[in-house]
């Protein structure tokens, strides 16, 4: 399974180098790009799902979008790969460790403590 991800990265990678003298840098910042959209784009999806279940006058700031999505994605690689078990305790330290402090700040700013 992790190696037809790898092939279908690789592919989507190549054909969108197509037609264009594709440098290193190039392939790094449309990677990274790809990353952070697709970051943004869970971020906003949780977000909405949490706004759905907290009151209308305490819905969560707009600038947590991008640390949610971005945990959001680690939370499902770890999900899809299954990496080694050391560093997958270590990672799953990590996602709980943010999850709970935005849990945190999102309890915070819904009431309104400063």
Not at 20 to 43: K, N, P, R, Y
């Amino acid at each position: 399974m992790t190696r037809w991800i790898l092939v279908g990265l690789l592919l989507v990678l190549g054909v969108s180098a197509l037609g264009q003298e594709a440098t290193t840098t190039q392939i790094s910042d449309q990677l990274l790009s790809f990353v952070q959209s697709t970051a943004e784009l869970m971020g906003k999806g949780v977000v909405q799902l949490i706004n759905l279940i907290l009151p209308e006058n305490r819905g969560v700031s707009h600038e947590l979008v991008q640390p949610i999505g971005y945990l959001a994605l680690i939370t499902i690689i770890l999900l899809v790969f299954g990496i080694i078990a050391a560093a997958r305790k270590v990672i799953w330290i990590v996602v709980v460790v943010g999850w709970v402090l935005l849990i945190v700040r999102i309890v915070l700013d819904a009431l309104r403590v400063s």
